[in-house]
C-alpha cells in the first residue's frame, strides 16, 4: 500500500516534467477538476494531472510509482464506485487527450484515451458509420470500453469490445505496448473486460459498422397488475428478438405523479421500452409480440436521429446526481419474484426501479471465454438503480437496492458488468469474473502488473 501522500515538492516536479496541465489543492480549478459524475463520492486527491501526449502518461505514472503513492485513472469520472478518484494520490486524467480519428475508407476510428462517447458517436456518424457504445454522451470511451460496452446497438452490433481491434496502453512498468488478437494476445484478451487492471489505455482503434443513424423507439407503460402477463411477453419474446430489436423491462413506481396519468401515478408500474435499428418498414413486424399483451396505460412511438437519442438523457443524467448500479445476469426471473419485485416497488424511493435487458443477438455469438468479460450467454441483463438528490436518502436507496438484489439472487448465473456494479471488494471481482477466468487474470496480472500498481478498480490481485 502507498506509505505518503503528495507532497509539495512532488507537484513542482510534475509541473517542470509534464507537457500537460498539473491541478493542485489550491488552484482555482481544483474542486471542478475531482468532481465525479456519482454525488456520493467526494474525494480530495493530492494532485490532478492531464497528460498532453503519452510520454506524459509514462512520466506521471514512474513519478507516482516512486513517491509510493496511490495512483488513479479517470477519462470521463463515470465510476460508480469512485475508482477513478483517490484521498490523497494521484489521478491521472486523460481529459488532456481527447479526440477522434474517422478512416471512412478502412471503416475503422482511432480514439485517444481521454476521448468521450459523444465525440465518437459525431465522428463515426459524419461518414453514416457507428461503434455500439453507451447511453450518455459524457462517459468516457476508456471506462465504458474496457468493462465490456452496453448500449442500445449491441444486439446488432456486439458489445463495445467486440468491435475492438487494438489499444495502446502505457504499463505498470513504463512500457508503451500495443495489444491485439496478433501482438500480445493474452493482454488483449485481459484487457476486454478487466482492462483498468492492466494498464492506461492511450488509444484504442474500433471498427466501425455502416448505420444510417435512426432509432425507431417506443415506450409502453402498463399497471402493475400487468407484470406477470407483460414479463411472460418479454420472456418468451426473446430468444426470437431480432437482433436489430433492443428490449428493456423495467418495474418501479410512478414517480414524480406530475408526469403520469392519474390512474397510476405514485402506484406500482411496469415499463416497457425498445428500439430498433433497422428498417422502419420492419419495425411493426418486429415488435408485433411486445404488443400482443395487456393494453398499456401510455404508449409513446417515434423514429429519432441516433445521436438525438444518444445525448437525450445527458443533462438528467448530469455529474452530481447520487447514485447506485447493481447489476447480475439471469436466465430467467421467476414469477414469485416478478410479483416480490412489484411488492417492493410500492416502496421505492423516487428515482429506483428494477430492470431486465434482453441480451442475445450479436452479444452471443462471440465465445463467452474469448475475452475477460463474463455473461455474455445469459438472456437477461438485470439491474437495480437508484438516483436522487438528498442526502438524506441514501440509506433507503441503499437498503432497497439491496433488496431488490435479493429478490432475484436464486435466479443469478456468473458474471456482473463492470460498469453496472457499485458494491467493491473481492466478493464482488469473483462475481463479475467467476473462478475460471478470476484465476487466468490474476496470472496475467502477476505478469503485468506485479506490484498491483493499477488497483483503483475491481481488483484483480496478482497471483501469489
Known amino acids: 500500500m502507498p506509505s505518503r501522500t503528495i507532497r509539495p515538492a512532488d507537484i513542482s516536479r510534475l509541473r517542470e516534467a509534464l507537457n ?39 512520466t506521471a505514472l514512474r513519478l507516482g510509482r516512486e513517491w509510493d503513492v496511490e495512483i488513479a485513472l479517470r477519462s470521463g469520472a ?75 446497438l449491441q ?52 471498427e466501425l459498422q455502416p448505420f444510417a443513424g435512426v432509432l425507431h423507439r417506443g415506450i409502453r407503460i402498463y399497471r402493475g397488475s400487468d407484470a406477470q402477463a407483460v414479463w411472460t411477453a418479454v420472456r418468451d419474446f426473446a430468444p426470437s428478438m431480432p437482433s436489430a430489436l433492443t ?21 406500482p408500474i411496469v415499463v416497457v421500452g425498445y428500439s430498433h435499428c433497422g428498417n422502419a418498414a420492419d419495425v411493426e413486424r418486429d415488435t408485433a409480440a411486445l404488443r400482443a399483451g395487456p393494453k398499456p396505460v401510455v404508449v409513446n412511438e417515434a423514429s429519432l436521429p441516433y445521436l438525438d437519442v444518444q445525448t437525450a438523457h445527458d443533462l438528467a443524467m448530469g ?9 447480475a445476469y439471469a436466465n430467467d426471473v421467476a414469477p414469485s419474484a416478478i410479483d416480490a419485485l412489484l411488492d417492493h416497488a410500492a416502496t421505492a424511493p423516487d428515482g429506483a426501479s428494477f430492470s431486465i435487458t434482453v441480451q442475445g443477438g450479436a452479444i452471443a455469438r462471440v465465445a463467452d471465454d474469448a475475452m475477460a468479460y463474463t455473461g455474455r450467454d445469459a438472456a437477461f441483463d438485470l439491474s437495480a438503480d437508484g438516483s436522487w438528490d438528498d442526502p438524506s436518502l441514501d440509506t433507503a436507496n441503499s437498503v432497497w437496492i439491496d433488496r431488490a438484489l435479493e429478490i432475484v439472487a436464486p435466479d443469478l448465473t456468473i458474471g456482473r458488468y463492470v460498469n453496472g456494479c457499485t458494491r467493491d471488494g473481492a466478493e464482488q471481482v469473483r462475481a463479475i469474473y467467476g473462478d475460471a477466468k478470476l484465476a487466468r487474470l490474476q496470472a496475467l496480472k502477476r505478469t503485468w502488473d506485479p506490484d498491483n500498481v493499477f488497483r483503483r478498480n475491481f481488483n484483480i490481485e496478482p497471483q501469489s
Open 20 to 58: 500537460g496541465a498539473v491541478i493542485a489543492p489550491d488552484d482555482a480549478g481544483y474542486d471542478e477538476a475531482r468532481r465525479a459524475w456519482n454525488g456520493l463520492i467526494d474525494r480530495r486527491p493530492g494532485v490532478m494531472v492531464r497528460p498532453a501526449d503519452v510520454d506524459d502518461v509514462a
Open 78 to 152: 463515470h465510476s460508480p464506485t469512485g475508482h477513478s478518484s483517490t484521498v490523497g494520490g494521484l489521478v491521472i486524467d486523460m481529459a488532456g487527450m481527447r479526440g477522434v480519428a474517422v478512416d471512412a475508407e478502412r471503416r475503422t476510428a482511432r480514439v485517444n484515451g481521454g476521448a468521450l462517447l459523444g465525440e465518437l458517436d459525431v465522428a463515426a456518424q459524419a461518414h453514416g458509420l457507428v461503434c455500439p457504445v453507451g447511453v450518455i454522451g459524457h462517459t468516457g470511451v476508456a471506462g465504458l470500453t474496457l468493462g465490456g460496452g452496453v448500449g442500445r
Open 155 to 206: 444486439r446488432q452490433f456486439g458489445l463495445t469490445i467486440d468491435n475492438l481491434r487494438a489499444v495502446e496502453l502505457v504499463t505498470a512498468d513504463g512500457r508503451v505496448v500495443r495489444a491485439s488478437e496478433n501482438e500480445e494476445p493474452d493482454l488483449f484478451w485481459a484487457i476486454r473486460g478487466a482492462g483498468a487492471n492492466f494498464g492506461i489505455v492511450t488509444a484504442f482503434e474500433f
Open 247 to 267: 428490449c428493456i423491462m423495467a418495474i418501479g413506481r410512478a414517480e414524480p405523479i406530475d408526469e403520469y396519468p392519474e390512474s397510476i401515478a405514485g402506484q
Open 319 to 327: 455529474f452530481g446526481h447520487r447514485s447506485i448500479i447493481e447489476s
